[in-house]
């Protein structure tokens, strides 16, 4: 079977750092996403990784290991604007699962002034 | 300006009675899908199309059907609509279904009740 965990909430204050972690059990792998969706909003793409390590992109950072099935999304200098849903998906593009992306529970992140 | 476009965008509906929510985008993309919304559930996949004339079923593709006929449009059809169809609706599309170019963009979603 297929199983994305997140935790469902978490809450940081505005200025701090915060971690959202991710691991997923999946039968193929093709890269891992990370999407942001405001309250009443579409998903929006933060980032992409396929190869261990970390990709920054601004305040934001995105890590893989793909041997122990983990990911982490960082969220540096929070804004307000910041208080979102962070949704982690896997691509199982190839290996049999062409064209299926699976997507975690979602992470609720509210950032307190 | 680049865009997924979903209709409609709200719709109370009864059982049973047929109902088409359409989804349009204009990047050209080759990959299109179909997700559902539910509180606690997370984004679930309904049916993706990696083309034109292709389309696979995702993890929830009961009580659903699509077709590709064009290359922009991905239209979601309920043949009989069932109150546990009653959901947030987002359709997506990509350049291609993986890899750095499968970056999904969504449409702002579709919200369905059926009573």
């Known amino acids: 079977g297929q199983n994305i965990d997140q935790p469902t909430e978490m809450t940081a204050t505005e200025g701090a750092i915060v971690q959202i972690n991710c691991t997923y059990q999946t039968s193929g792998f093709n890269g891992l996403f990370w999407y942001q969706q405001h309250a009443g909003e579409a998903p929006t793409f933060l980032s992409y990784?396929?190869?261990?390590g970390l990709e920054e992109k601004g305040r934001f950072s995105s890590f893989l290991s793909r041997s122990k099935g983990y990911s982490y999304l960082l969220l540096k200098e929070l804004q307000m604007k910041d208080s979102a849903s962070y949704l982690c998906a896997v691509s199982l593009h190839g290996s049999g699962n062409t064209g299926k992306l699976i997507f975690g529970q979602g992470t609720t992140l509210q950032v307190k002034p | 300006e680049a865009q997924v476009t979903q209709n409609p965008r709200y719709l109370i509906t009864v059982t049973g009675k047929k109902l088409t929510v359409t989804c349009s985008q204009n990047m050209n993309h080759e990959y299109m899908s179909w997700y559902r919304q539910d509180p606690g559930l997370g984004l679930r996949q309904i049916y993706y199309s990696m083309n034109v004339e292709v389309t696979d079923k995702g993890d929830v593709p009961e009580g659903y059907k699509v077709s590709r006929k064009e290359k922009r449009n991905f239209p979601l059809i309920l043949e009989s609509p069932s109150p546990n169809q009653t959901s947030l609706y987002f359709c997506?599309?990509?350049?291609?279904?993986?890899?750095?170019?499968?970056?999904?963009?969504f449409g702002e979603g579709s919200r369905l009740t059926v009573l």
């Open positions: 990784n396929v190869l261990d």
């Open positions: 997506a599309s990509s350049f291609q279904a993986g890899g750095h170019t499968g970056e999904l963009f």
